[in-house]
Each structure stands twice: as C-alpha cells, then as structure tokens.
C-alpha cells in the first residue's frame, strides 16, 4: 500500500494525500473525509523516520559544574562514530511530556538522559525505537533500564576511611535528599565509621540540598556546637565550597582546625584554598562509556551488559590533616 495508491483511489494529488496524513490545512472537509476513509480502509500507515545522525543529550539543568565533563565525554566517543551531538535542557518544572516529543520527533540515534528519565519518557522511546542510557541516575531504575553510574558506596567509604586513617572519630556528613547517589554515598560513610567500632551518631548528619547555600548552612549550625566535629565529609563538592565558607566566617582554619572531604571532583575545587580533597567521579570517561553502550544498542548489539558502574578513585588534597590535639 502506498501514498500514490490512495491519490489515485481518491481521486486526488499525492501532496493532498500527505496534507492529510500530517493534520495539515488547505484540505477541504469533504476531501479530507475521503481520504481518511481510504486509509482507514486500505490500513495505510505513514513509514517511520530513519532516525538522524544524533546523540541528543537530555540535561534537566545545565547549571551543574560538571555538565561540561560529560558533553566532552559524549562528544569524544560521537566524533569518533562520526555522529553529532544535540544538547537538550528541559527544566525541572516544565512539562516533560511535551518537550520530550521535540526530542522524539527529532528521533536520534540514541538519548542520553542525565539523572533521570521517566517511566513514561522510556516508554515513548521503546515505542519508537530509540535507544537511551540513564547517566547517573538519582533514583533506582527497574530491571533491565541502561544506565551508567560510579561507584557511590564505595567512594562514601573510601572519604569517610581517610578521615579516620587521620586520626578523626568526631566525623560529620552533610548528606544530600533521598536520591538513591546520596543514601549510597551516605551507607559507605556508615560502613566506615563501623569498620571501627563507631557509630552513626544522628546529630552528624544532616540531609540537605547539593548547594554551597545548603553546605553553608548545614556548616554553620555543626560548627557552632560547643563539641563540633573535627571533619566533614559532604556528599558533594557543591556542599563542600560551602563548608569552606561557614568555616572561614567561624574563624576556623581548613585543614587545622577542621578537615573537609567532598564528592564529585569538579575541576573548581582544585583551584580554592586549600585545594579539596575529593572522591573523583569520572565524569567524562562515565559518559564516554554511556554513549558507547547507547549507539551499541541502538545498532542491536548484544551487549555484556546494560548497567555499568565506574570506579570512583580518592583525590587527596590540602584540605586533610590530622585533628589537633587536646589542648
């Protein structure tokens, strides 16, 4: 069955017929009526798009430090295949579904999404074919959703155990919202604090937003307490810029007075005084591996796997030392 055969069926031109199938005007009722019933009756369905030389990538704010790490990373391993990338943000409060179907229509070589993706997103892609990746993702995805993410346990853990090879016992964590990254980051530095014989003490942490405002403030109120800790470990480098800050107004000096651990590895936080010690999260090789897996798949590939974690290594910096001792 083809456009061709309703025109002529329908006594009518082949633009006509496209008008029609596209909900277009400059189609009188009477034409559009009979050409609607050919379809109907011959069960014509338009072919579907060849999808375009694209990786779109799917930010939900392009405010974050580190978006730039992950577009080198996309667009390292795109050149590479000789496609192009698209960078799309849809804010957090507008209407998904409506913008998602820019990125449909658009129908790329594959999506990927950092942080998250919605049930209903996933299934609008499945249903036209586009493969997608979920970079990072905040929440627990079902069975079977790609994704890439790092190693958040273990980078909790591995912050947390360098505070305590220094010699701290009084840690505290500024912790992130229920994400599934933050409560992961949060049980290594649990895990850590167990391994010798602490344990979690609920006045030590504080959950909050990943911003320098939050770190800020969450700082000021455990450093204020006559027995505050003697570090902090923040569930990202954000919070951390801000500990420094609390810290500075407090009149307490980093790494003598106070030691501080962030997440993330922004290339900012090499440059502050002191220079941050920080878990690395391999921004661009975790996208450059996203892609990989997604025009993989979208080539139909057998792939080992569709979940991938990569290994988060600890920067250790100026900001680190042991406590003072006990006057």
């Not at 500075?248 to 651990?261: A, C, H, K, T």
């Amino acid at each position: 069955m083809t456009i061709a055969f309703i025109a002529e069926s329908a006594g009518v031109s082949v633009p006509t017929v496209s008008k029609v199938l596209n909900g277009r005007t400059g189609v009188s009722d009477e034409t559009r009526a009979r050409v609607e019933g050919l379809i109907h009756q011959y069960g014509y369905r338009k072919p579907p798009k060849s999808r375009s030389n694209l990786v779109e990538l799917v930010f939900r704010e392009l405010e974050s430090m580190w978006a730039v790490e992950i577009i080198r990373g996309v667009e390292r391993v795109a050149r590479r295949n000789r496609v192009g990338v698209l960078v799309s943000e849809f804010g957090l409060r507008e209407p998904v579904g409506r913008t998602f179907d820019d990125t449909v229509e658009r129908r790329p070589q594959c999506v990927l999404s950092v942080a998250q993706l919605s049930e209903a997103e996933r299934e609008q892609l499945t249903a036209k074919g586009i493969p997608f990746v979920v970079f990072d993702p905040v929440d627990e995805l079902p069975d079977g959703v790609p994704f890439v993410g790092a190693t958040n346990w273990r980078g909790g853990q591995a912050a947390t155990r360098h505070l305590l090879d220094l010699g701290h016992r009084r840690i505290a964590m500024i912790s992130g919202p229920d994400h599934s990254f933050c409560l992961a980051r949060l049980s290594g530095y649990v895990s850590a604090l167990a391994e010798v014989g602490l344990p979690m003490e609920p006045e030590l942490v504080v959950k909050t937003q990943l911003t320098r405002e939050h770190g800020y403030a969450a700082a000021r109120e455990l450093l204020s307490r006559p027995d505050r800790p003697t570090a902090v470990f923040t569930a990202n480098d954000m919070q951390a810029l801000g500990v420094y800050q609390a810290a500075r107004e407090l009149g307490l000096g980093i790494p003598d007075d106070l030691s501080v651990v962030g997440f993330d590895d922004v290339p900012t936080v090499a440059w502050v005084d002191p220079p941050l010690t920080t878990v690395h999260q391999p921004l661009a090789e975790m996208a450059s591996a996203a892609t990989e897996l997604a025009l993989a798949l979208g080539r139909g590939e057998e792939v080992p796997q569709v979940g991938l974690e990569i290994a988060t290594t600890l920067t250790v910096r100026g900001s680190t030392a042991p406590p003072k001792a006990a006057p």
